[in-house]
């Protein structure tokens, strides 16, 4: 049976970065540092996105996440919908009736 869970998306933002303890007489002409995180997106706020890297399919639990600020993000994609045969891995078992998280699968529909 296909289970619906978080769609795993791939986000590149503009970082913040640390010019050191020198004194400068201007500024330096440095590129900028791009960052990317890959995992599943398990929701959003106001300010960020929330991107996990581990998936428990049998507890419906998430962990190692990043927090990225949406005004620093300059691409986004869905990698895929969140979609998964559970069943064809772990034989036919009822799963997530006791999940602790009663988190649903944010949309990204605008994306």
């Known amino acids: 049976m296909e289970r619906n869970f978080y769609p795993v998306v791939e986000l590149f933002w ?6 050191g ?18 995992g599943y997106f398990v929701g959003q706020d106001d300010d960020y996105y929330y991107v996990s890297c581990n998936y428990d ?8 996440g990043t927090a990225v600020l949406k005004n620093c993000v300059v691409k986004r ?7 998964f045969d559970y069943d064809q891995f772990c034989g036919k078992r009822e799963t997530c009736s006791n999940c602790k998280s009663k988190l649903q699968p944010p949309s990204t529909g605008d994306w």
């Open 21 to 38: 303890d020198e004194w400068y007489d201007e500024i330096e002409d440095t590129p900028p540092r791009i960052l990317s995180a890959v």
């Open 57 to 64: 399919f049998g507890n419906c639990q998430f962990s190692n």
């Open 14 to 19: 503009k970082d913040h970065y640390g010019m």
């Open 77 to 83: 994609r869905v990698i895929s919908k969140g979609k």
